[in-house]
């Protein structure tokens, strides 16, 4: 049974490029979150989707797009890029019907703006 | 914004001694849970503890809730190196299923 899976592990960007990053979800579950975490800092959350909806966002600005695909799979976007963030990004996955609230993490993407 | 708050922000024991971490809230909270970060990788979820329950216990883990002072206490017992890791707290608001996290607190065993 496969946990969270994120893709790539790492990656370097410019400011004002576009970056997307991948989400495969744990087995079973229909939902997935996604988190900004800074160096030395405890994640942010940055939205939500359930039936390929964003069901919930955090504070963050119109850049962070995201986007569920049918087999519950994910997708983050940022554009624009600014040097602020450089950050590890965290996607977790929940199932609606059997323990919601406990979220399974994925190993992260570090991206890093220069 | 972060939720709360942890304390200490780092501790550092020797092996078999007993680690304390405190996390406070600040809103209403439908239930609060602990993960474990190692070397700034994934999250691992440790336990869960519910609004109405007032402490829970896994394995070597101990946790207490008090909501009326809004904070939790996460008790590792005969602690390893291996127990050396980022601990986080995360509480679940009455709406929703978001993660609102504190800042960390940073174990260090000894060995």
């Known amino acids: 049974d496969a946990g969270v899976t994120q893709s790539p592990t790492h990656l370097i960007k410019t400011r004002g490029q576009q970056v997307t990053l991948r989400c495969s979800p744990k087995?079973?579950?229909?939902?997935v979150s996604w988190y900004q975490q800074a160096l030395g800092q405890g994640p942010q959350f940055i939205f939500q989707?359930?039936?390929?909806?964003?069901?919930q966002r955090g504070n963050f600005p119109d850049r962070f797009s995201g986007h569920q695909f049918p087999n519950y799979s994910s997708e983050l976007n940022v554009n624009a890029l600014l040097l602020g963030d450089s950050a590890l990004y965290l996607c977790a996955s929940s199932g609606t019907s059997n323990a919601p609230y406990e979220q399974y993490f994925g190993p992260g993407t570090r991206l890093t703006v220069t | 914004s972060q939720q709360g708050e942890e304390d200490p922000q780092a501790l550092s024991i020797q092996e078999g001694e007993n680690a304390t971490m405190n996390c406070s809230y600040k809103t209403s909270i439908n239930n609060l849970q602990w993960y474990r970060q190692n070397s700034g990788r994934g999250l691992v979820h440790l336990i869960l503890i519910r609004s109405n329950e007032r402490e829970k216990h896994s394995g070597r883990l101990r946790v207490t809730l008090d909501t009326s002072k809004k904070s939790s206490s996460l008790l590792i017992t005969a602690s390893r190196a291996a127990d050396t890791a980022s601990y986080f707290c995360a509480t679940t608001g009455t709406s929703g299923s978001r993660l609102t996290f504190g800042e960390g607190t940073q174990l260090t065993v000894n060995p």
């Open positions: 989707y359930y039936e390929e909806e964003e069901r």
């Open positions: 087995s079973g579950h229909d939902t």
